[in-house]
């Protein structure tokens, strides 16, 4: 296979149908990666992620920095043996999250410098020490260190921090000493269309294997999110992967296919699972909500999941009340089941030339929570998060 | 089988191997059951416990009363269907919570009125309703509801408590409607020798199925707890279980069995594995301990739990550190195997007639939490649960 690792086997509208190689395996494009930033997809065994078939899972530089420090996983064998999970790993190089998570940070352009969100610790990454820290881990995709400018910035700010991820990202490629591992360039320009289409235009220049879109999970409208996606997305090269960041609810990945995406991932299946919020084929269910106290059918008769095969919505609605720690389990394999069989499904209409009708389906029948919940919702994680 | 639906099959000194027949099938004695207070053992799926090789789970009247309602899981089938396990549940009656987890109560000859642990609602339950909740949830094996003195109370509440719990267990037994399932007495009598005794011999007149032995984890020094047990245990009638209720650390079990108990229950195993504390064959260890931090074995090389088998203690130690949701499951899968595997060497040492030496290796190998830590990991616990 090409150095980039990335076969296209079908093409269906803007929809892609693809294969990855990767040291660990094959990929089946569009992906979704869960989320194990500590490296762990919360409350599951690395078993039950394999067997919901996933096969690609997300962790993240700065969490694993943090806790319990990169050369601890070094001198345990490296991050798949760590985790005991020996498929592909795809690890974010720390950007987001300094942007996102850190209380302070001071960035020049030499790197940056951040407090630490548990314990309020000084410490500094540079796109040369990104790179060191994912190849000691091991992670088959690592990502270049990138600035990730707030939503809301002005455009010479958002300029700025383009031209410095750009910059950032040839360090990334100079520094980078292992041959086995691909990294990847990501598309920043905040949300002003043509500075994401000359970011992804200048990095396709640099001939990365794969290309990110980055800074679209931070709290703006959704349509400007899949404008951003298609500004970047028509000047990407056709044959390199095409990474969607942090963005992966079931009507996002559906609108995000239709754009050329081949892999997501995003914590929001599994954090809103633990919040009591289940998909359905008709959209999300709040599984406190007191019409599920007596229900003694499942939470959607229709999934093979472990939990609707096993047990009543009232029971999950028990658990959730009494904050027993199995819900949390149960929500999380039922969401991410939806998702997988999402994927699948997604996979199958591309190969069979029927993406188009999959998503007029999906999209009329999929119930969104609305706008200004999800980005509530977003705000108050953040914060949340900002605070621990 | 006789009506008390147990045979002993073999008696070691004065542990006795034996076999319990049950509507949901047959127990092997000595046997312990894990806790599922709130219908859960918490973080395991009803198919972990079953493959862990345990037989019979421990439910709580109270809780379950509480949250979701006695009369929502008799409406969704009964605990066995609610909780999808369907081999036989204990329950315990209330009696003990309510004098442990209750803020405020009031007793009388009639019954007692409490004020819920979660919210500060007040309820009432009496011998009959004990009995009334426990045939709704469908328990095989139910527990009169007693009155549980606290462990230094003086001799005259002590003997006021253990009256009033036998007249109780009198009532329970009338009002027994379920022909299938069956009702212990629990035996009292505080701290105080002949009082145990006194209590034995007269629920043993009462011809109970069985026979519990009840208030003795209450924070009491150890070496009394096996003094009251020795007594009570040689006053019940041979041919019935007996059941230690809410005792049940390793070192305890390897005792408990040595005086003739057949069951236990206990959260203890459960509850310090999310504490970090988990069993080894040498005693407890901290998983939190720094020691840990870059070990690249498991944490017992000898257990062949799933945790064991999968990760090392580095790993563990980890997750404990970071918080995450899995280390609760697999330090309980981890303490749980620990248990199951005593609770089997026990039996197989009784049936071989060599109970002697396995219990002269294990207390001298294993090295319990002293005496003052327990206690006060005890008393913490319980002003948590009631501030809760």
Redesign the interface.
């Known amino acids: 296979m090409a150095r980039n690792c990335f076969s296209l086997k079908k093409l269906d509208l803007g929809a892609r149908a693809g294969e990855l190689a990767t040291p660990h395996g094959l990929v089946r494009t569009p992906v979704f990666c869960p989320v194990a930033s ?3 997809v ?6 039950e992620i394999n067997g919901l078939g996933f096969s690609m899972l997300l962790a993240n530089t700065y ?1 694993l920095y943090l ?2 420090g990169v050369s ?1 996983i070094e ?3 490296g991050l798949h043996r ?3 999970w020996d498929k592909p790993i795809l690890t974010d190089s720390g950007g987001y999250q300094v942007f996102s998570l850190s209380p302070l940070r001071r960035i020049d352009d030499e790197g940056v410098t951040f407090r630490s969100h548990v314990d309020g610790s000084e410490h500094r990454f540079t796109p040369e020490l990104a790179v060191e820290y994912q190849e000691a881990l091991g992670s088959d995709i690592m990502m270049v260190l990138d600035e990730c400018p707030p939503h809301d910035g002005t455009r010479a700010e958002v300029e700025e921090a383009t031209g410095r991820t750009h910059r950032w990202a040839a360090r990334c490629l100079k520094a980078k000493t292992r041959e086995d591992l691909s990294l990847y360039a990501i598309v920043q320009g905040g949300s002003f269309t043509d500075l994401r289409q000359k970011s992804a235009e200048h990095l396709a220049g640099l001939d990365f294997p794969g290309y990110a879109i980055g800074g679209l999970s931070l709290g703006e409208a959704k349509s400007l999110t899949l404008e951003m996606i298609e500004a970047a997305a028509e000047r990407l090269p056709k044959d390199r992967p095409r990474y969607l960041m942090g963005v992966g609810s079931p009507e996002d990945i559906v609108e995000g296919v239709a754009r050329g995406i081949d892999i997501f991932d995003c914590a929001l299946p599994t954090r809103v699972a633990r919040n009591g919020a289940l998909f359905t084929p008709a959209g999300r269910i709040n599984i406190r909500n007191a019409a599920y ?2 229900q ?1 059918s499942p939470v959607d008769p229709t999934c093979e999941c ?1 939990a609707c095969r ?3 919505a ?2 999950l ?3 959730f ?2 904050k ?3 819900f ?2 149960l929500a999380t394999i039922h969401n991410l089941t939806f998702i997988s069989h999402l994927m699948e499904t997604i996979r199958d209409s591309i190969l069979a030339g029927t993406f188009g009708a999959l998503r007029r389906d999906f999209m009329s029948t999929y119930r969104p929570t609305n706008e200004r919940t999800r980005i509530q919702q977003k705000e108050k994680w953040l914060k949340k998060q900002r605070s621990e």
């Open positions: 500590q490296a762990t919360k409350t599951l065994t690395p078993e969490h806790q319990p601890v001198k345990m064998g760590f985790m005991a106290r007596e003694s472990y096993t047990f009543s009232a029971y609605h028990h658990l009340v009494a027993e720690l199995l949390y389990r």
